[in-house]
Nanobody, 125 residues
Framework: QLVLVESGGGLVQPGGSLRLSCAAS????????IGWFRQAPGKEREGVSC????????TYVDSVKGRFTISRDKAKNTVYLQMNSLKPEDTGVYYCAADRGLFCSGYVASKYDYWGQGTQVTVSS
């Protein structure tokens, strides 16, 4: 069973940076799409970014393009989300999730089979 654990969240001022990590274990294949989602209080969960773990193709939602970068380190079984120029609206619980497909197909949460517990990101002035 694939297990995902997020880390790296915290409190940061607007304009600051934060790097989130998603450590994976219990997998036997690279054929996963790993997505980052976030959920702010009172709002629905939304997709942020996704990477085809095996191939390395990445996608981003418009609101984070140019500010966030998703990457993976296969030697460490870890996916990262580098977040720069953070804004208060980036605040929320960030989750990584895995879809049992080779490629990222979008940000429909129900299509992602495995989820981490989440890590809190707070951007406050």
């Amino acid at each position: 069973q694939l297990v995902l654990v997020e880390s790296g969240g915290g409190l940061v001022q607007p304009g600051g940076s934060l790097r989130l990590s998603c450590a994976a274990s219990g997998f036997a294949s690279d054929d996963y799409a790993i997505g980052w989602f976030r959920q702010a209080p009172g709002k629905e969960r939304e997709g942020v970014s996704c990477i085809s773990y095996r191939i390395g193709i990445t996608t981003y939602v418009d609101s984070v393009k140019g500010r966030f970068t998703i990457s993976r380190d296969k030697a460490k079984n870890t996916v990262y989300l580098q977040m720069n120029s953070l804004k208060p609206e980036d605040t929320g619980v960030y989750y990584c999730a895995a879809d049992r497909g080779l490629f990222c197909s979008g940000y429909v949460a129900s299509k992602y089979d495995y989820w981490g517990q989440g890590t809190q990101v707070t951007v406050s002035s």
